[in-house]
């Protein structure tokens, strides 16, 4: 199965968001997309990693449609329904043809 067909089957819509400006009139660069959120496993656990934080998986395929500023980056926001969160960090990566990114988040 390929990326997209993934996050289709077993993802659920986010809202990826980036500052573009200085508080307290601070612009918001959003876009939505299609992820994947789940917890972190044991060999992602290093040094530095809390226990609270957690990995999500989507493609670039939204972000490059809507001309978002890929890639993502520390200090972005995921808004999953009511709960928003920060990102961490976020390793990009080719998995059966599609970019894939793999973005550790918290909050």
């Keep these: 199965m390929n990326l997209d067909g993934f996050l289709a089957r077993e993802g659920r819509d986010v809202i990826l968001r ?3 400006g200085q508080y307290p009139n601070r612009p918001w660069a ?3 997309l299609r992820a994947f959120v789940r917890g972190l496993r044991p060999e992602e656990m ?5 226990k609270n934080q957690q990995m999500m998986i ?25 709960r928003t969160m920060t990102v961490i960090e976020a390793e990009r990566m080719i998995w059966r043809g599609s970019t894939r990114y793999n973005i550790r988040i918290e909050g």
Excluded: N, Y
């Design 18 to 20: 980036r500052s573009t």
């Design 30 to 32: 959003d876009v939505p």
């Design 46 to 50: 290093r040094p530095g990693v809390q």
């Design 58 to 82: 989507c493609s670039d395929r939204e972000m490059l449609a809507a001309a978002w500023p890929a890639p993502p980056r520390h200090g972005d926001r995921v808004i999953d329904g009511d």
